[in-house]
Nanobody
Framework: QVQLVESGGGSVQAGGSLRLSCAVS????????LGWFRQAPGKAREGIAA???????TYVDSVKGRFTISKDNAKNTLYLQMNSLKPEDTAMYYC??????????????????WGQGTQVTVSS
């Protein structure tokens, strides 16, 4: 059974940093696409960063230059380093895993497995 467990969320002031982690088990970890998504109250879930099996990274424009996605295959862990955080980054953050590799890596529709989420709150 595939499981994804996020950690590392919290409350920070604008300009601060957080690193999210996602422990992945029961999955062909290094073979497919992994991504980070976020959802603010009243808004649709948004893909913000993804990394595929060839280590190609994709970011939504709003986080480029501030967020970095990475993975440690030996630890089966996905990371999201978030710097220069802004109040508009406040959301529930989710990691996800895809069993298919063709398609938009930032589209939630590509992903089969999801974590429960971790809250990030950025105050001004």
């Amino acid at each position: 059974q595939v499981q994804l467990v996020e950690s590392g969320g919290g409350s920070v002031q604008a300009g601060g940093s957080l690193r999210l982690s996602c422990a992945v088990s029961g999955y062909g970890y290094s073979s497919h696409c992994l991504g980070w998504f976020r959802q603010a109250p009243g808004k649709a879930r948004e893909g913000i960063a993804a990394i595929d099996s060839d280590e190609r990274r994709t970011y939504v424009d709003s986080v480029k230059g501030r967020f970095t996605i990475s993975k440690d295959n030996a630890k089966n862990t996905l990371y999201l380093q978030m710097n220069s955080l802004k109040p508009e980054d406040t959301a529930m953050y989710y990691c996800a895993a895809a069993t298919q590799t063709s398609g938009d890596p930032l589209s939630p529709a590509l992903y089969n497995y999801w974590g429960q989420g971790t809250q990030v709150t950025v105050s001004s």
